[in-house]
């Protein structure tokens, strides 16, 4: 069954007439042609097709895009271009914490959503004290990245790239 959906990706609206069973990540890649985003597993386990939805950060391989009516999407592509690269995207250069580049995007989606979270407040399974200000620890790091899969085993590279803009942006 066909269905129209509307959602603002990357600040842009876009109206388009989808099966309603196509994914986000579907809709994204096949549709919009915006291929930043990956598909790895499709399965929900690697991260790589993590972008932010209404601020939060999700796995579009997991939702419908049926689902989003209305909201607010960005992909890596809007989140900087080559010319003015996000701060997290010029971090991840500059400490190489992108090897393959394949679960790049993800990561980098991902890492912003992170460090929006900690700001906002919002508590991980390792979160020792809700009564203290959340600070990015290394625990914290690695709890809220852990969706994120990166086969090169850059993971120390892209925890040095979001600590550098988390220490930016505290």
Do not use: W
């Not at 993590?50 to 689902?67: E, K, P």
């Not at 009516?69 to 989140?79: A, F, H, K, Q, W």
């Not at 393959?100 to 890492?111: F, H, V």
């Amino acid at each position: 069954m066909m269905t129209r959906v509307s959602f603002d990706v990357n600040g842009k609206t876009h109206a388009l007439e989808l099966d309603t069973r196509t994914t986000l990540l579907d809709a994204l890649r096949e549709h919009l042609h915006l291929t930043g985003t990956k598909k790895g597993c499709d399965h929900g386990q690697c991260g790589a097709c993590t972008v932010i939805v209404d601020g939060r950060r999700i796995n579009s391989c997991l939702t419908l895009a049926v689902m989003h009516e209305g909201d607010e999407i960005t992909t890596i592509e809007g989140l900087g271009k080559p010319d003015t690269l996000h701060p997290m995207q010029a971090a991840f250069v500059k400490h190489d914490g992108y090897q393959c580049g394949y679960c790049t995007p993800g990561q980098i989606c991902s890492a912003v959503a992170v460090l929006d979270e900690i700001k906002a407040g919002i508590p991980s399974h390792v979160t020792d004290d809700l009564n203290a200000p959340l600070r990015l620890t290394n625990a914290e790091l690695r709890e809220r990245m852990s969706g994120n899969i990166c086969r090169c085993g850059a993971y120390s590279n892209i925890a040095e790239a979001i600590s550098e803009v988390a220490g930016r942006s505290a």
